[in-house]
């Protein structure tokens, strides 16, 4: 995987000439549906749905599988909401093969498949009013994301189908559920979760790459430029990965290895075919927020400074996010791998010690942070487990409205 940052660097000079990157309003050119799921001969449909301060997130629905006969009944079919990582996109669930992605493997195995896509991604569609040019677009960190982007998505599913839904995240997405979880709005949309390389704390963290760009760059970046995108593709990203590998700690020959550690599965001769969709741009602050958590130890609201958190939050420091305000009857299910270099296992041990539930725990040896979305092997190794779970569920996701 040595070629990965170079495939990276020539994919993004390609990639930058396309205007539809920076888009303000819905654009057809990127088009989950039309792009990749309707090409492998499942069904899609395209929803836009509306945040409370006014973002326009693209959701995808794959609501049968592959050449099914009874297409009618769809309504029937238990939803599952999958919510993606940091730097990706609702694509992430399906560019493998259809016996290999998740999205398609649980569209077969008679589940209602939703692909949601937070603001920023080039799946989603801008905002009501700001364009993704405007510096204020990208005034928001995982803080929002988890009280904007993911109830608003999550409320349109139930009420879409009827149905309480099947929450599946992986590693940014874990962040964004659990903190929902602790609302009790979003509480009454999820029957159950489960959660791929789950996060809540970083201070274990064993990334060299993140650990030096948590403690020295991101933030001084944020001030000295103002909140604005940051995105792997540009000049800002490519600055920041260069002053990070310049430190003797990080080792950028094998820079996917350096931020998620050794990945064993997944299929390095679909690189060139994974970097035509990501990755996807992220705003500074969000980098910044998880900055906070890898230095502070903390499961907190974004640290404005102690000023800046009395405006904000009417005291000095942020407040944490409570993971004993989820219900114990919260059915939850967790799986980390032994290589998983931000997903550590004495910081997911620390997670489900806060927990009042007791969740179903899966651990893969040798299984880094990408294995989880993108192994040829996921379906045996994982994903059947997270299939029985569902399937215990019962008639636990039909919702009363």
């Given at each position: 995987m040595e070629e990965w940052f170079s495939l990276l660097l020539v994919s993004s000079v390609a990639l930058l000439a396309l205007p539809q990157l920076c888009v303000g309003a819905k654009s057809e050119t990127w088009d989950i549906c039309k792009q990749i799921v309707l090409q492998m001969g499942y069904p899609c449909q395209n929803f836009t749905v509306t945040t409370d301060d006014g973002y326009l997130l693209g959701l995808y629905r794959i609501p049968y599988g592959y050449n099914e006969e009874v297409k009618d009944r769809s309504w029937s079919r238990p939803p599952v909401y999958l919510q993606h990582g940091l730097v990706q996109g609702g694509d992430t669930w399906v560019l493998n093969n259809p016996d290999e992605s998740l999205g398609y493997i649980l569209a077969d195995a008679g589940f209602d498949v939703w692909l949601g896509n937070i603001r920023g991604t080039r799946w989603s569609y801008g905002h009501v009013s700001m364009s993704r040019e405007d510096k204020d677009y990208w005034d928001w960190s995982w803080d929002e994301l988890a009280a904007?982007?993911?109830?608003?998505?999550?409320?349109?599913?139930?009420?879409?189908?009827?149905?309480?839904?099947?929450?599946?995240?992986?590693?940014?997405?874990?962040?964004?559920?659990?903190?929902?979880?602790?609302?009790?709005?979003?509480?009454?949309?999820?029957?159950?979760?489960?959660?791929?390389?789950?996060?809540?704390?970083?201070?274990?963290i064993n990334s060299a790459f993140l650990n030096v760009a948590a403690h020295y760059y991101i933030e001084k970046m944020v001030k000295t430029m103002g909140v604005h995108e940051f995105n792997l593709r540009n000049e800002l990203g490519v600055e920041l990965v260069d002053?990070?590998?310049?430190?003797?700690?990080?080792?950028?020959?094998?820079?996917?290895?350096?931020?998620?550690?050794?990945?064993?599965?997944?299929?390095?001769?679909?690189?060139?075919?994974?970097?035509?969709?990501?990755?996807?741009?992220?705003?500074?602050?969000?980098?910044?927020?998880?900055?906070?958590?890898?230095?502070?130890?903390?499961?907190?609201?974004?640290?404005?400074?102690?000023?800046?958190?009395?405006?904000?939050?009417?005291?000095?420091?942020?407040?944490?996010?409570?993971?004993?305000?989820?219900?114990?009857?919260?059915?939850?299910?967790?799986?980390?791998?032994?290589?998983?270099?931000?997903?550590?296992?004495?910081?997911?041990?620390?997670?489900?010690?806060?927990?009042?539930?007791?969740?179903?725990?899966?651990?893969?040896?040798?299984?880094?942070?990408?294995?989880?979305?993108?192994?040829?092997?996921?379906?045996?190794?994982?994903?059947?487990?997270?299939?029985?779970?569902?399937?215990?569920?019962?008639?636990?996701?039909?919702?009363?409205?």
């Amino acid at each position: 995987m040595e070629e990965w940052f170079s495939l990276l660097l020539v994919s993004s000079v390609a990639l930058l000439a396309l205007p539809q990157l920076c888009v303000g309003a819905k654009s057809e050119t990127w088009d989950i549906c039309k792009q990749i799921v309707l090409q492998m001969g499942y069904p899609c449909q395209n929803f836009t749905v509306t945040t409370d301060d006014g973002y326009l997130l693209g959701l995808y629905r794959i609501p049968y599988g592959y050449n099914e006969e009874v297409k009618d009944r769809s309504w029937s079919r238990p939803p599952v909401y999958l919510q993606h990582g940091l730097v990706q996109g609702g694509d992430t669930w399906v560019l493998n093969n259809p016996d290999e992605s998740l999205g398609y493997i649980l569209a077969d195995a008679g589940f209602d498949v939703w692909l949601g896509n937070i603001r920023g991604t080039r799946w989603s569609y801008g905002h009501v009013s700001m364009s993704r040019e405007d510096k204020d677009y990208w005034d928001w960190s995982w803080d929002e994301l988890a009280a904007y982007d993911l109830p608003a998505m999550l409320e349109f599913v139930y009420k879409i189908t009827g149905r309480k839904v099947l929450y599946v995240g992986h590693s940014q997405g874990t962040i964004m559920g659990l903190a929902a979880f602790t609302q009790d709005k979003v509480g009454e949309f999820v029957a159950a979760a489960a959660l791929l390389s789950p996060i809540t704390y970083l201070n274990h963290i064993n990334s060299a790459f993140l650990n030096v760009a948590a403690h020295y760059y991101i933030e001084k970046m944020v001030k000295t430029m103002g909140v604005h995108e940051f995105n792997l593709r540009n000049e800002l990203g490519v600055e920041l990965v260069d002053r990070v590998c310049a430190s003797p700690i990080v080792d950028c020959g094998n820079l996917l290895a350096a931020l998620t550690g050794p990945n064993c599965c997944f299929n390095e001769s679909r690189i060139p075919y994974y970097l035509q969709y990501e990755p996807h741009s992220t705003s500074l602050k969000n980098l910044a927020h998880l900055a906070q958590m890898i230095r502070s130890g903390t499961f907190a609201k974004y640290d404005y400074g102690r000023l800046g958190n009395l405006l904000h939050y009417y005291r000095f420091s942020p407040p944490s996010y409570d993971l004993a305000q989820i219900p114990a009857t919260m059915s939850l299910w967790m799986s980390w791998g032994g290589n998983d270099a931000l997903a550590d296992a004495v910081d997911v041990a620390h997670t489900i010690s806060e927990l009042q539930c007791k969740p179903e725990l899966i651990y893969v040896e040798n299984y880094g942070h990408i294995d989880f979305v993108l192994s040829t092997r996921a379906k045996t190794d994982i994903y059947d487990s997270m299939i029985a779970f569902f399937r215990d569920q019962g008639e636990d996701t039909h919702a009363q409205i």
